[in-house]
């Protein structure tokens, strides 16, 4: 039933990638009729990859920390996966943070694989400061994330790990915004809200 899913929304994008593409063409013929073939072909490729360029969110990770004796949420773990096999630079990816008082902008600043590392304990975080994010690879066949900073495959799965600035730290039931920005396609919004800390390591809703 989820490949079903999965299939369906593949098809829908593609479908109007053919739909955008076909009224794109045709106000370009209209407007000169001296059009170039390759001027077409760039614009085919620029709205394929505008529609077909969509991170999915498969789970969101939050770990609690005590600060000043209250146990509040200070890193995030996001994982995604593109709905179709589209090259993604994830160093032109932007993450916005957005708690309602402060919006904090994060950018890229490194990639690794997971290997037998614990995701919250990975050496990556030691470069994560609240002012970028880093992408831990937990399936990436060809290595394009860790080596090339390059998200490829559909098979491809990635957590995209910040840490939130002290001002934005989160206490239960305190809710925060993330939009990721990609340089070009779908911008993803996730609204999550701090669970009680009963344990240590949470899923968000």
Not at 3 to 13: L, Y
Not at 74 to 82: E, F, G, M, Q, T
Not at 163 to 180: D, F, G, N, R
């Amino acid at each position: 039933m989820n490949n079903w899913g999965s299939n369906g929304i593949t098809s829908m994008i593609i479908l109007i990638a053919i739909l955008l593409v076909g009224i794109a063409a045709a106000g370009v013929m209209t407007a000169s009729t001296t059009t170039d073939t390759e001027d077409i072909e760039q614009l085919t490729q620029e709205v394929v990859d505008e529609i077909s360029t969509y991170l999915q969110i498969k789970d969101q990770k939050g770990k609690f920390y005590q600060i000043n004796d209250e146990y509040k949420i200070k890193k995030i773990a996001i994982l995604v996966s593109p709905l179709v096999s589209q090259e993604v630079d994830v160093t032109q990816l932007t993450i916005q943070l957005d708690d309602g008082e402060n919006v904090r902008i994060l950018s890229h600043i490194d990639s690794s694989e997971i290997g037998n590392n614990n995701l919250f304990g990975h050496s990556l975080w030691s470069n994560i400061n609240g002012t970028n994010f880093g992408l831990i690879s937990i399936m990436d066949l060809d290595s394009s994330i860790s080596d090339y900073n390059i998200i490829n495959e559909n098979t491809d799965n990635c957590y995209i790990v910040f840490e939130l600035p002290a001002s934005m730290t989160m206490k239960k039931y305190q809710e925060l915004t993330v939009t990721i920005f990609p340089s070009s396609g779908i911008v993803k919004t996730l609204n999550l809200k701090a669970p009680m800390p009963m344990k240590s390591v949470i899923t968000f809703e």
